[in-house]
């Protein structure tokens, strides 16, 4: 069976740190993968998705970016956190020609 | 880009009563799917339907896709307070798979 882990659970970073979280899939292969922000615990706004390694479409202009080093990982960063990344962030897959998004965990995201 | 109304926003109802919330749009999608998040964690998908008119039932839950395939609705029954959560829509407008569109969440609280 899949799963899909994503750490840290939680995260409490001061404006200007650096990020890093990261998303892993385990049991699939050639996943698409997706990171979306959830803000007070409403709407899913997609941030990044990526169809293959080094394959990374942005949606949203950002303090963000992804990287997809390996087939089955996503890794979201920034080089510097601003108040306004605070947010729960949540990574997905889906497999090819198939509409169905599965979730992780969630990374809850403090920026002080 | 496409867009998803869902209601109610809010719900707060008794134990034992039937909930019902739907999602609407503009234009015509090809998939829906129904998920439940509960708090802190990832949505997991409830029911997945691909076919106008299509009625699939998983348990309690009953959702519908639209005839005119602009809308879908989710129906739970005999509610318990672990129904609780938000309940989120999805959907997928174009022929290409890859994004899909979501509501802003139905959340339900469900009195002993």
């Known amino acids: 069976s899949q799963t899909i882990h994503q750490w840290p659970a939680t995260l409490v970073q001061p404006v200007g740190s650096p990020l890093s979280l990261e998303c892993t899939v385990e049991?699939?292969?050639?996943?698409?993968l997706y990171w979306y922000r959830q803000a007070a615990g409403r709407g899913l706004q997609l941030l990044f998705y990526?169809?293959?390694?080094?394959?990374i479409s942005s949606e949203v202009p950002q303090n963000l970016s992804a990287s997809r080093p390996q087939d089955r990982q996503f890794i979201l960063s920034s080089k510097k956190l601003l108040l306004s990344d605070s947010g729960f962030y949540l990574c997905?897959?889906?497999?090819?020609?198939?509409?169905?998004?599965?979730f992780g965990p969630g990374t809850r995201l403090t920026v002080l | 880009g496409q867009q998803l109304n869902q209601s109610p926003q809010s719900m707060f109802i008794q134990e034992g009563e039937d909930v019902s919330m739907n999602c609407t749009s503009s234009s015509i999608f090809n998939t829906w799917l129904w998920y439940k998040q509960d708090p802190g964690e990832g949505p997991v998908l409830l029911i997945a339907?691909?076919?106008?008119?299509e009625l699939t039932s998983n348990g309690r839950l009953t959702a519908q896709f639209g005839i005119t395939r602009k809308d879908s609705f989710l129906n739970i029954s005999a509610s318990i307070p672990s129904d609780v959560g938000i309940y989120f829509c999805?959907?997928?407008?174009?022929?290409?798979?890859?994004?899909?569109?979501f509501g802003q969440g139905t959340i339900l609280t469900v009195h002993p």
């Open positions: 339907l691909y076919k106008a008119g």
């Open positions: 997905a897959w889906r497999r090819s020609y198939t509409d169905t998004q599965y």
């Open positions: 049991g699939t292969s050639n996943p698409n």
């Open positions: 999805a959907g997928r407008s174009g022929t290409s798979y890859g994004k899909l569109t």
């Open positions: 990526s169809v293959g390694i080094g394959q």
